[in-house]
Nanobody, 119 residues
Framework: QVQLVESGGGLVQPGGSLRLSCAAS????????MRWYRQTPGKERELVAS????????SYAQSVKGRFTISRDNTKNTVYLQMNRLTPEDTAVYYC????????????WGQGTQVTVSS
């Protein structure tokens, strides 16, 4: 019943931009912290960005700070990740996840969307 469905991934050139979307259903979206993670083969899963239930608090991994922006629209049950000035190091599968509290583990996960940054 709970679903998180990512979209917007694809192939982009270095220096380019991409916006990921995650559509949520089956839970009270506006009560949950939303997060974006990414994973590359051979590397640990990395928390990329988090946003509080109201959108008033955000946090970012140092590797993306200043380039990525997380946002949400509670009227659409959707969280976004705007990615700018992309580099090949940003290549990964990006996952959307939901948690009940800022310091809680993510309880719900999407299936992931592939982002490839390459010339």
């Amino acid at each position: 019943q709970v679903q998180l469905v990512e979209s917007g991934g694809g192939l982009v050139q270095p220096g380019g931009s991409l916006r990921l979307s995650c559509a949520a259903s089956g839970f009270i979206f506006s009560s949950y912290v939303m997060r974006w993670y990414r994973q590359t083969p051979g590397k640990e899963r990395e928390l990329v960005a988090s946003i509080s239930n109201s959108g008033g608090r955000t946090s970012y991994a140092q590797s993306v700070k200043g380039r990525f922006t997380i946002s949400r629209d509670n009227t659409k049950n959707t969280v976004y990740l705007q990615m700018n000035r992309l580099t090949p190091e940003d290549t990964a599968v990006y996952y959307c996840a939901a948690a009940p509290l800022w310091y809680s583990a993510s309880g719900y996960w999407g299936q992931g969307t592939q982002v490839t940054v390459s010339s």
